[in-house]
Each structure stands twice: as structure tokens, then as C-alpha cells.
């Protein structure tokens, strides 16, 4: 079946610096990608719709400027958390759908600041 | 405010017995509800959806019920069985693709 990687897995870094994820489509182009964060024993939130070769679209209280979303192409979507604090600190997980109109989601990346 | 509930944070279930697991929505305009299964340390992997024409909809062992006048859906697992342990989300399909997700229930299936 379809399958989407996300890399890291997990990653660590101190605060006021930038880390990159990266979500891809591995067998399937996806014209949309999802990115959603979901804090421990919570539900998973949508924080942005990645959008190939446009703006992404964010909800409500997400900040664009520090959550930078790329989908330079059909397989890949990146984000971007910029001067990352501890309270980034989260599992961040996308997610794509199939020709097929499946959803599919990535196995997600733990993001800890310190 | 909180579209999609999950009202219990957790459930603990023996093997073999059947697992009953409740979403309650807000809007009655959703019309499409899927369930999924979450691992630790991994992403969400679809179990079964639902449509609003329908009131149940089965697929081996896992059956899903809408009761839409009450805004309410149901996740049924029988037998259950240990690799059932898991956090289940039900979620809700708002427009094209977005979904918006209840709180989970972590589902524990005792030997």
C-alpha cells in the first residue's frame, strides 16, 4: 500500500535554532500533504494544509512565521520550526491522500527542545 | 471547542470479549466518520469510516455504528485480541480532506 516516510523520526536540539522534518509520498504524488502536532495524552490538531507549489494553509493560532511549511514538489512537504523552544516540544505527524482518496499518515517525528 | 469527543481516555477489555469504543461529534452537517489506530511512536493507520446514509458499517472484526440523531458513533471490536492495544481516534472529514480528530481512547486488551 501507499506509504509515507517522515525524517527524523526524532530529533533534539537547543533552543533558539531551526529544525527541519520532512514528509514524503513514496509511492503516490500528493498535490496536498497535512501537517498535524499532537501534545502527549491529546488529540492530534491540524496545524497547516501543505499545498504543491503554493501557500500552505494554516488553522487558527498557528503561527506561519514560526511553523514554515515548503511543498516544493509532489512527493515532498517540509516544516520548519524556527527558534524553537521547549513548548515546540511535540510529535509532529503528516499526512497525504492517494490518487485513491486514502489518507495516508507518516509514522511521525518527536521533536524535543531543550 | 471540542468538535469530535472521545469521553474515555481509556478502556480496559479481556481477550475475547468485545470492545465497545464512543466518539461523539457536535455538527450534524459531518457526514463522513472514519476510526483510526494509533501505536506509540507511530502515525495513525485507518481502520474503518462510515457514511451518513449508513448506520453501521462492518469489516471483520471491527464494526462501526451512527446514530445520527444523538451525533454519535461507535467503534466495535469482537473478539478482541491483544494487538488490538492501541490508541483509537475517531475522526471526522470537514470539507474535502481535513479531518478533525476526538481525544483518543487508549484501548488495553487483557490476556
Not at chain 1, 21 to 29: K, N
Request: glycine share 6%; net charge positive.
Amino acid at each position: 500500500g501507499a506509504v509515507v516516510s517522515q525524517h527524523p523520526s526524532r530529533v533534539i536540539c537547543k533552543s533558539g535554532t531551526s529544525v527541519k522534518i520532512e514528509c514524503r509520498s513514496l509511492d503516490f504524488q500528493a498535490t496536498t500533504m497535512f501537517w498535524y502536532r499532537q501534545f502527549p495524552k491529546k488529540s492530534l490538531m491540524l496545524m497547516a494544509t501543505s499545498n504543491e507549489g503554493s501557500k500552505a494553509t494554516y488553522e487558527q493560532g498557528v503561527e506561519k512565521d514560526k511553523f514554515l511549511i515548503n511543498h516544493a514538489s509532489l512527493t515532498l512537504s517540509t516544516l520548519t520550526v524556527t527558534s524553537a523552544h521547549p513548548e515546540d516540544s511535540s510529535f509532529y505527524i503528516c499526512s497525504a491522500f492517494s490518487e485513491l482518496d486514502t489518507q495516508y499518515f507518516g509514522p511521525g517525528t518527536r521533536l524535543t527542545v531543550l | 471547542d471540542q468538535q469530535v469527543k472521545q469521553n474515555s481516555p481509556s478502556l480496559s477489555v479481556q481477550e475475547g470479549r468485545i470492545s465497545i469504543l464512543n466518539c461523539d461529534y457536535t455538527n450534524s452537517m459531518f457526514d463522513y466518520f472514519l476510526w483510526y489506530k494509533k501505536y506509540p511512536a507511530e502515525g495513525p493507520t485507518f481502520l474503518i469510516s462510515i457514511s451518513s446514509i449508513k448506520d453501521k458499517n462492518e469489516d471483520g472484526r471491527f464494526t462501526v455504528f451512527l446514530n445520527k440523531s444523538a451525533k454519535h458513533l461507535s467503534l466495535h471490536i469482537v473478539p478482541s485480541q491483544p494487538g488490538d492495544s492501541a490508541v483509537y481516534f475517531c475522526a471526522v472529514l470537514q470539507g474535502a480532506q481535513k479531518l478533525v480528530f476526538g481525544q483518543g481512547t487508549r484501548l488495553t486488551i487483557n490476556p
